[in-house]
């Protein structure tokens, strides 16, 4: 009975604090990457308007000796659209550049659909699925989440997995919403 107590009033919190949760897209960041290689990065997202949201991405990678510069210059249309069993989730399209230069200098574009979702006031959850043209053409799947500390810092970590032979990629960061 009481574990049942227990239960009842940790899930009555979580219904009762989810009102107040909101989507946050304005942010700058910085962390650690581990994708064709490893290194530091930093990003950036920002509301320009009510349906579009800029993002940016700078990495510095080592594989070996071969040093690489990755970067990802995007923009994520807001769809409106809501989903029944997520309400407060935010859909959205996106679609940019991606671009590696140094020691390999290549080009392409990317595309896709995800969801954001804040779970608390402290947890907030995203999803994507992405196509790009750069390198062997492949897919990616990624998930992630935000733990905020305040209301302006956050910790995020994420995972993309990655098709064919592109190397699935992992981060760790720390982000200030403004």
Known sequence: MKK????????????STQ????????????GYTDA???????????????????????SRQ???RA???????GLAYLTGFKLDFAPRSQTYLLAGLDSLSGDVDRT??????????PLTPEVEF???ASYHTIGDNYGSLAGGIAYYLSPDWAV???????SGNTKNEFRLGVTYQF
């Open 126 to 128: 995203f999803s994507e």
């Open 156 to 162: 995020r970590s994420s995972l993309a997995l990655n």
């Open 62 to 64: 080592s594989v070996g």
């Open 108 to 117: 392409g574009l990317y595309f896709g659909v995800g969801a954001k979702h």
């Open 67 to 73: 040093n690489v510069n990755a970067v990802d210059l």
């Open 4 to 15: 049942l107590l227990i239960a009842s009033a940790v899930v009555a919190t979580l219904v």
């Open 19 to 30: 009102g107040m949760a909101t989507v946050r897209w304005n942010y700058v960041g910085a």
């Open 36 to 58: 064709a290689g490893d290194g530091p990065y930093i990003e950036g997202s920002a509301l320009i308007s009510p349906n579009f949201v800029l993002r940016a991405d700078y």
